[in-house]
């Protein structure tokens, strides 16, 4: 059997060559890890406006559905005015027509008055 060979060791050039490969693989890693922390900023900032425009939207809405709301009811009282107004004004023709229906009050006669000529 073989004796296993030892490890050899490196020498100083290949150390700082393996030390230097190593730190370039890690700046790339943190250039890379510090690009994606900035899209995620930039991403967060973009949705904190898109949150904020919604919000002013949302507001706006509310506040053209309360005054169409507002409108509404503005409405339905003048509709109920208006009902009101027509069952007065259809109760009116009503008694007016049948006033109208009445026959007119006849002088009652006498037969045996006569009207007497001089």
Same mark, same amino acid.
């Given at each position: ?48 406006? @898109? !949150?904020?425009?919604?919000?002013? $939207? ?7 559905? *309360? #005054?169409?709301?507002?409108? =509404? +009811? ?10 009101? @107004? !027509?069952?007065?004004?259809?109760? $009116? ?7 109208? *229906? #009445?026959?007119?009050?006849? =002088? +009652? ?10």
């Amino acid at each position: 059997m073989d004796a296993p060979e030892p490890k050899r060791r490196r020498t100083d050039a290949e150390e700082i060559a393996k030390l230097r490969g190593d730190l370039d693989e890690t700046e790339d890693k943190l250039i890379q890890r510090s690009q994606e922390l900035w899209d995620a900023i930039e991403r967060q900032d973009e949705l904190a406006h @898109l !949150v904020h425009d919604m919000r002013d $939207e949302m507001v706006n809405m509310i506040g053209r559905l *309360e #005054e169409s709301e507002n409108r =509404a +009811e503005i409405l339905e009282g003048r509709i109920e005015a208006l009902e009101d @107004l !027509v069952v007065v004004e259809n109760e $009116e023709q009503d008694e007016d027509e049948d006033e109208e *229906e #009445e026959p007119a009050p006849v =002088a +009652e006669s006498d037969p045996e008055s006569t009207v007497e000529d001089d």
